[in-house]
């Protein structure tokens, strides 16, 4: 992608701004409109499922792990912001078939609106992460800081990969139960309910590969253990969340021709 269609892009972004406000807005409102409780479910959802891996999960695998509540939380929490992404993102192009056959606007609004939105709901959830954090007596570091970055990282990942996955599915609709499905493998493939160190030092580099991994370890580095974040690995993770993204923006831009023929 060129330097002038680069501008492009964030000009087209910069004239339907408006658009864009409104659609992030949309997305964390009708997301609990009509419940009695409303975005207190930003708090409840990763608790509930916070306790129930913090009663099972210990009996089923052996966790020997100090304050595995918190170890827990800063491992769900995140996980919870990618897969609510990716789920939502896959689908948002196609739920709003309406709007796209009859009014222009551009297309990658959709996905980055389910991004953005998604990475609002987790910033409100870290209230409770924070809470609990230092209620347990861990407490926060000067670590804790870069949580935004870390959080970033993730953002710009999961948006090169729903920019591909939303385009897609506009093609292949059964696209979105192998992503759900997947999804569900990738949470067992990612450190969460256990810790790196359960696996031998050889295997670890096959958990490495994947990038959600080194993502959920820097979240527990600078909030758990409080100590830096495996930097080099890091940078890895923000070089491929980065050509994810650029590979996704021209995936999405070359399927949505044919958009409103297909919706």
Sequence with gaps: MSVGEKMNVFSRLYEYRELLKSNVKKEIRGKYKG??????????????????????????????????????????????????????????????????????????????SVATSGIVNFFISCIIMFVFIIFSGIGLSKYALLLPVIAIIQYVLSLGLIFITSAVNIYIRDLEYIVNFLINMLFYATPIIYSLDMFPAKFRWVLNINPMATIIGAYRDI?????????????????????????????????????????
């Design 223 to 263: 909030l758990y253990y409080q100590q830096m974040p495996d930097l080099l690995s890091l940078l890895i993770v923000i070089i491929v969340s980065f050509a994810v993204l650029l590979l996704g923006y021209i995936i999405f831009r070359n399927l949505e021709k044919g958009f409103a023929e297909e919706v």
């Design 35 to 112: 419940s009695f409780l409303g975005i207190l479910w930003s708090f409840i959802n990763p608790l509930l499922m916070v306790l129930v891996y913090a009663i099972v999960f210990p009996y089923l695998l052996r966790v020997n792990q100090d304050n595995y509540l918190i170890f827990l939380i800063v491992g769900i929490i995140p996980w919870n912001f990618f897969t609510t992404v990716i789920a939502q993102g896959t689908t948002s192009v196609l739920v709003n078939a309406g709007i796209i056959k009859k009014v222009y606007f551009p297309r990658e609004i959709l996905p980055i």
